[in-house]
């Protein structure tokens, strides 16, 4: 069989490479870390999470949820290892993100099939290739992918939220609690009082930011937008966004908070906490006094600040066959956030599904696509339909197939039952030996 290189060792690339190494397929796996850094990466180790250590839903209520299942039936590297190294977060799948990420390394490493290469490519010869870089692309990289494509590169400015050591914390301030009294109180609340919040909120809109060009700011990806942006669209927006209150009680009114903070674990020995929806370019020392404004952080000391940095993307619809591949060079595959899908779990998937149309086509079958009604199969399709104005997308239900059920929550459980049902039936037709 022919060797399959793959560039990136994130978990789009992860994921490929153990996948393709399962069916006894040589894989080169390229990272450039720690022989390059990127300005977020902080490990040698494959996988890194770097913005948030959550998965997000593992409900099948949420699309996410229905994402991870579809993942689970196809054996995903990414999310075993995540089962595997979970700390509580309530209904989410957060991660010890060290455990994860050395625990995904490791897995690799032991493959025989896999040879790891620690260096950066700048250039694409002959060959099966997959690229997988994500969002950090180097700029030598970028260029070459850019002369392949014919395209420019689209791109956004993503965010990364703060993590607190715990005993910073004055926990007699912070309340345990998940929303909705569910079980475990996993998520420390900072709650706060109208008055506290005005000043939180003067704070925030008023600290001083690092720089970004004019045109850059309408590129802030919605869902990962800085929380003083936020702010600064009314006094009340992240009241009703990343500090809403709602599900909540505080026990010494026994009412909602005006407005809440959450906290939530980094490890499962708890001795870090993730501010939750706090992604910003507030410059280091802004974050230090802005954020001590908030109760039960008075004295927060900072294991990592939040940072600021750009993502890299192609635009799909004009580049990607159904399968990913390259249209002008169908022995160049792309797989993660490269492709304009957006989250952890989403690009691990894009790998996953990279991989399984790789056995395919090596073993001289020809690739499938996925059913449109899975939401695997959804975001394939999403990304690689024209769209004029074509942006990062993350799994949700209204990239589905629409069916004509008034009942929010009807509607969602028959449409992850059928994708469920419909991913196992893929799963056959595909028949790959395990």
């Not at 209150?245 to 870090?272: C, F, H, I, W």
């Not at 197939?401 to 009942?407: A, G, Q, S």
Request: with cysteine.
């Amino acid at each position: 069989m022919p060797t399959v290189n793959i560039i990136g060792g994130g978990l789009a690339g992860s994921e490929c490479a153990y996948q393709l190494a399962r069916q006894g397929i040589n894989v080169q796996l390229y990272e450039m870390r720690p022989e390059i850094q990127t300005p977020v990466h902080k490990t040698p180790y494959l996988a890194e999470l770097v913005c948030s250590n959550s998965l997000k839903s593992t409900s099948i209520d949420n699309a996410s949820g229905v994402l991870k299942e579809e993942m689970r039936i196809l054996d995903s590297l990414i999310l075993r290892v995540a089962d595997d190294t979970r700390v509580p977060a309530g209904t989410a799948l957060a991660v010890d993100r060290e455990r994860f990420a050395s625990r995904v390394t490791e897995m690799i490493e032991r493959e025989d099939y896999i040879h790891l290469i620690r260096r950066e490519i700048t250039s694409i010869d002959d060959g099966i290739w997959v690229i997988a870089t994500g969002p950090l692309t180097s700029s030598s990289l970028s260029k070459k992918i850019k002369q392949m494509t014919g395209e420019e590169h689209l791109y956004f400015f993503d965010a990364v939220s703060p993590i607190i050591y715990t005993d910073s914390i004055d926990m007699n301030r912070v309340v345990k609690a998940n929303r909705y009294q569910e079980d475990g109180g996993d998520y420390l609340n900072c709650f706060m009082n109208e008055e506290e919040y005005t000043r939180f909120w003067q704070e925030l809109i008023n600290a001083e930011c690092l720089p970004m060009k004019m045109f850059e700011k309408g590129l802030l990806f919605e869902r990962c937008k800085p929380i003083e942006e936020i702010a600064r669209t009314g006094k009340d927006a992240i009241r009703f966004g990343p500090l809403r209150p709602t599900g909540l009680v505080d026990s010494g009114t026994n009412k909602m908070p005006y407005a809440a903070v959450q906290l939530r674990t980094e490890n499962k020995e708890k001795t870090m906490y993730n501010m939750v929806g706090f992604q910003t370019r507030l410059k280091w020392g802004e974050q230090k006094r802005v954020f001590r404004f908030i109760p039960g952080l008075e004295n927060a000391s900072f294991v990592r600040y939040g940072v600021m940095h750009r993502n890299t993307f192609i635009n799909s619809p004009e580049c990607l066959d159904i399968f990913l591949r390259l249209k002008k060079n169908p022995n160049v595959w792309f797989a993660g956030q490269i492709t304009g899908v957006e989250g952890y779990v989403e690009s691990a998937a894009m790998g996953l599904y990279v991989a399984l149309n790789l056995i395919k086509t090596i073993k001289g079958e020809e690739p499938q696509s996925l059913p449109d009604d899975t939401m695997m199969g959804s975001l394939v399709r999403y990304i690689t339909t024209p769209n004029v104005s074509f942006q990062p997308i993350y799994a949700n239900f209204g990239i589905l197939p629409t069916i004509p059920v008034k009942n929010k929550w009807k509607r969602r459980h028959f449409l992850a039952a059928r994708a469920i049902e419909n991913i196992k039936a893929w799963k056959e037709k595909i028949f790959l030996k395990k």
